[in-house]
């Protein structure tokens, strides 16, 4: 027996079936967005703890960022130019490959200045 044999179209189902099931996701999607705004607390919390050399997290992990863009990673510099909001992220830009050119292309510009 398939999977497909065992759904039953929402149709199908009775009004309390209909409502029970809401009911049930509704419960199922709080619990979910509970447990995403405390992993972000969390984080935020962690990011702003500071290591032996008296820097946060946020810090070495923005100069990570930094270096391996650097180093010639694209996505690196790309994140970092979508977070100073001189590049649209990648579901607002065009598709077209004219970015990804230019991108390397300045990578290569500061590789060569290094």
């Not at 994140?79 to 607002?92: D, F, H, N, S, V």
């Not at 065009?94 to 510009?109: I, M, R, T, W, Y």
């Amino acid at each position: 027996m398939s999977k497909e044999d065992n759904l039953v179209s929402f149709a199908d189902r009775t009004p309390e079936e209909r409502r029970e099931l809401g009911r049930l996701a509704g419960i199922a999607s709080g619990e979910a967005k509970r447990k995403k705004k405390e992993m972000r607390e969390m984080l935020k919390i962690c990011l702003e703890m500071k290591n032996n050399k008296g820097l946060t997290y946020k810090q070495l992990a923005t100069m990570g960022l930094i270096n391996g863009a650097i180093k010639g990673n694209a996505q690196n510099y790309r994140t970092i130019l979508e977070t100073l909001g001189e590049l649209k992220a990648p579901e607002e830009e065009n598709k077209s490959n004219g970015v990804l050119l230019d991108l390397v292309e300045a990578l290569k510009d500061v590789k060569k200045d290094k």
